[in-house]
T-cell receptor, first 115, second 114 residues
Framework: DTGVSQDPRHKITKRGQNVTFRCDPISEHNRLYWYRQTLGQGPEFLTYFQNEAQLEKSRLLSDRFSAERPKGSFSTLEIQRTEQGDSAMYLC?????????????FGPGTRLTVL | AQSVTQLGSHVSVSEGALVLLRCNYSSSVPPYLFWYVQYPNQGLQLLLKYTTGATLVKGINGFEAEFKKSETSFHLTKPSAHMSDAAEYFCAVGPDGSARQLTFGSGTQLTVLP
C-alpha cells in the first residue's frame, strides 16, 4: 500500500509565474484535501474533494488558486501569478469515507519558494 | 467554528523523562481530535486520534492522549522520551464531529536532550 505522493517536492519560481503541483492519493481513498503550511505554523485547510467534486473551499483560496480532480483520482493545485506570500509548504492528504475510516493521511508536501 | 491552542511552542525534555504536550480546543459539537508528528521536510504522520468511546487513546511510538471534555483538553504524553521523538507535534480538531477540514494548532517543537 503506497502512501500519498506529491510532485514536485520542491519548486522555486519567480514572482508572477504560474506553478502547478500534483497529488496522488492512496488508491482506495475517495477524499482528497489540500493544506498550506507556512514556516512555524500548523497546516491551514485550502480545499477538499470527494471523488471529483470540490465540496469545500477556504477563503484562503484566492482567485489565483485553482484545484482540480478530474477523474476522482489524482489532483492538481495551480497558482497563477505567484506572489512572495505564496511561499509555503503545500500538503495533500487523502482519506476514505465513513465513520472511523476518514482519518487523513498526508503526503510529503511540495515546498514552494517564490523569488 | 473550532480552534486549537497548543501551549508552548517549544518544549525540551531529557532523554528518559516524561513528555507532556498540551492541547486545548474549542468546538461547538463533540470533536474529533488528532495528534500528528512532523519530521523536518516531511509531511505529517498520524500519532493517534479520538473520535468516540474510550477517552484515553493510545497511539504509535508509545504516545497516548486523554480527551477531557470538562477541560476541553487533549494533552499528549509519553512516559519516557527517546532521542527519535524530537520533532514538531500538531494537535488538530475536526469539524462537526468528523475528520474533514481539520483545524490545526500552531505546533510544539519537542527537543530531547541527551
Amino acid at each position: 500500500d503506497t502512501g500519498v505522493s506529491q510532485d514536485p517536492r520542491h519548486k522555486i519560481t519567480k514572482r508572477g509565474q504560474n506553478v502547478t503541483f500534483r497529488c496522488d492519493p492512496i488508491s482506495e481513498h475517495n477524499r482528497l484535501y489540500w493544506y498550506r503550511q507556512t514556516l512555524g505554523q500548523g497546516p491551514e485547510f485550502l480545499t477538499y474533494f470527494q471523488n471529483e467534486a470540490q465540496l469545500e473551499k477556504s477563503r484562503l483560496l484566492s482567485d489565483r488558486f485553482s484545484a482540480e480532480r478530474p477523474k476522482g483520482s489524482f489532483s492538481t493545485l495551480e497558482i497563477q501569478r505567484t506572489e512572495q506570500g505564496d511561499s509555503a509548504m503545500y500538503l495533500c492528504a487523502s482519506s476514505a469515507q465513513g465513520t472511523g475510516k476518514d482519518t487523513q493521511y498526508f503526503g510529503p508536501g511540495t515546498r514552494l519558494t517564490v523569488l | 467554528a473550532q480552534s486549537v491552542t497548543q501551549l508552548g511552542s517549544h518544549v525540551s525534555v531529557s532523554e528518559g523523562a516524561l513528555v507532556l504536550l498540551r492541547c486545548n480546543y474549542s468546538s461547538s459539537v463533540p470533536p474529533y481530535l488528532f495528534w500528528y508528528v512532523q519530521y523536518p521536510n516531511q509531511g505529517l504522520q498520524l500519532l493517534l486520534k479520538y473520535t468516540t468511546g474510550a477517552t484515553l487513546v493510545k497511539g504509535i511510538n508509545g504516545f497516548e492522549a486523554e480527551f477531557k471534555k470538562s477541560e476541553t483538553s487533549f494533552h499528549l504524553t509519553k512516559p519516557s522520551a527517546h532521542m527519535s521523538d524530537a520533532a514538531e507535534y500538531f494537535c488538530a480538531v475536526g469539524p462537526d464531529g468528523s475528520a474533514r477540514q481539520l483545524t490545526f494548532g500552531s505546533g510544539t517543537q519537542l527537543t530531547v536532550l541527551p
